[in-house]
């Protein structure tokens, strides 16, 4: 089955720097990779997602790309703002059981 | 409904009682995921439902959990015999094929 690594664990980092958080999966047959961010005491909820037959997607200040031949996609954040911080999730599958990483805590200060 | 609806929100019980957790997942969303969630940590998977294929049990931690989902519909987590260490939240999940949409957790606490 899908197995999701997720780097790092956590990220601190001053307003205005970028953030990265990347992940890996295994499953060659994955096709959707969604990334949901979790505020403290909130229900995890998608911000950005992408699809096997795109290499990157943007929103605003947020992107993710997606190397389908390295099984690897990443979250950038620019200019970070103290509202960014929360736990991301990575996510992949497609029409199969969607796996989840182990989640990165963003912390931006001020 | 409007969204995945989860109850009770929060639940306190003795240690060794049973209770049992409900799931209402979006109108038409044919899979169905229960995950954990202790206290700063990541997503525990539990199970997942889809359609009218057998569960996938592989994240269940123990003989003391399990799941059932009626009708394609509404799901049930039963915790037996519930220990301290079954202290978390709770989160349902439902997806149509993609997008995977949580509902707001059952806070259970065991005293």
């Known amino acids: 089955g899908e197995n999701v690594e997720q780097h790092p664990s956590t990220l601190s980092v001053q307003e205005g720097d970028s953030a990265v958080i990347k992940c890996t999966y295994s499953d060659s047959a994955s096709n959707y990779f969604p990334w949901y961010k979790q505020e403290l005491g909130k229900r995890p909820q998608l911000i950005i997602d992408?699809?096997?037959?795109?290499g990157e997607k943007k929103d605003q200040r947020i992107a993710v790309t997606l190397n389908k031949t390295a099984k690897h996609f990443s979250l950038h954040i620019t200019e970070t703002q103290p509202e960014d911080s929360a736990v991301y999730f990575c996510?992949?599958?497609?029409?199969?059981?969607?796996?989840f990483g182990t989640g990165t805590r963003l912390l931006v200060s001020p | 409904g409007a969204g995945v609806s989860q109850s009770p929100s929060n639940k306190v019980t003795e240690k060794g009682k049973d209770v049992e957790l409900r799931c209402d997942p979006i109108?038409?969303?044919?899979?169905l995921y229960w995950y954990r969630q202790s206290l700063g940590q990541g997503l525990e998977f539990l199970i997942y439902?889809?359609?009218?294929?057998?569960?996938?049990k592989s994240g269940l931690p123990s003989d003391r959990f399990s799941a059932e989902r009626t009708g394609g519909s509404v799901s049930t987590l039963t915790i037996q015999r519930t220990q301290q260490e079954d202290s978390a939240v709770y989160l349902c999940?439902?997806?149509?094929?993609?997008?995977?949409?949580f509902g707001q957790g059952t806070r259970l606490t065991v005293v």
């Open positions: 999940a439902s997806s149509l094929h993609t997008e995977a949409f």
């Open positions: 439902f889809q359609g009218n294929s057998a569960p996938d």
């Open positions: 996510a992949a599958g497609g029409f199969q059981k969607l796996v």
């Open positions: 992408i699809r096997s037959n795109v």
């Open positions: 109108s038409g969303h044919t899979a």
